[in-house]
C-alpha cells in the first residue's frame, strides 16, 4: 500500500486509514533520523494495523527534511548535496551576470555551491572509506589557489619592476609567473583527474568521469563555439552521473579503478 508520513511513528495510508509504525520498520533508513521523515511518501505492508516492510519512495521539500539530507551520510542524502552543489552553482554563474546585486547574490550562490559540494565530497569519503578521495580533491583546489596567488605576486611585481625602469626584473618575474601558472595548473588538473576518477569509481558511475574529460576539452576548445558545446555537454554527464548515483562502495587495497 502507498501513503504519506504524517509524523514521528505515523503514516496515512491511500485507504484513508492511519498507521503507527517503529524505525526498525523502514527498510531504507539509512541512519537518518525519524524526525526527518515527516512528509515523506512510502510504500508499505499493514500487519495487525501498524505499517511494516516501509520502503521511503519519495521525499518531502521542507527546511528539517533538507537539513537532514545535508547532514545526513546516506547515498540519497549524498546525491542530494551533489545536485545541490552544481545547482548553485551554476545558478549562481547566471546570476553573477547580472550587475551589482547579481555580483552579490551570484557570489553567495556559488559559496554556498561549494560548501554543500565539500560536505558531499566528505560524505562520499565516509562512506567509501576512502584515504584519498577528499585529500585529491583539497589538494586540485589549493594547488590552484596558490599558484595563482604566488603568480599574481610575481606578475605584480614585475609589472611595478617595469614602471620603474628595471626591465630585467620585470621580465623575470614575468616569467616565474608564467611558469607557476602553468605548473601549478597542471599539478592541479592531475589531482584533479585523481578525485574524478575515484569518485566515478566508488559511485559506480562513469559519467563522472566521462564528464570530466569532456570538460577539459571542451576548455582547450573554448576559442571555438564547438568547445562550449562540449562544456555543456559535461555538465549534462555530470548531471546525470550524480542523479543516476545509487549506491557508494567501499575502498580496498586490491581495487583497479579505470582511467576511462
Known sequence: MKGKILAVGLIS?????????????????????????????????????????????GRSINMANIQGQLMANDTQSIRFKFLLGIGLYFGGSFISLIPFLGWVLGGVLLIAGFVVFVLAVLGTKRTSESPTLFKNFILSIAIAVVALILAMIFGGTALLG??????????????????????????????????FRELAFVTEQKFLLWAFYANILGSITAVIFIGWLVIVAAVVLWIIGFYQMKTIRKRTETDVMPWF
Open 162 to 195: 617595469g614602471m620603474a625602469g628595471y626591465s630585467s626584473a620585470g621580465g623575470f618575474g614575468l616569467v616565474v609567473a608564467v611558469i607557476l601558472l602553468i605548473v601549478g595548473s597542471i599539478a592541479a588538473l592531475v589531482y584533479n583527474l585523481l578525485f
Open 13 to 57: 495510508g491511500e485507504d484513508g486509514n492511519r498507521y503507527t509504525f517503529e524505525a526498525s520498520d523502514v527498510s531504507n533508513l539509512e541512519g537518518r533520523s525519524m524526525e526527518h521523515l515527516t512528509g515523506c511518501e512510502v510504500d508499505f505492508e499493514v500487519s495487525e494495523n501498524m505499517a511494516k516492510n516501509i520502503f521511503i519512495t
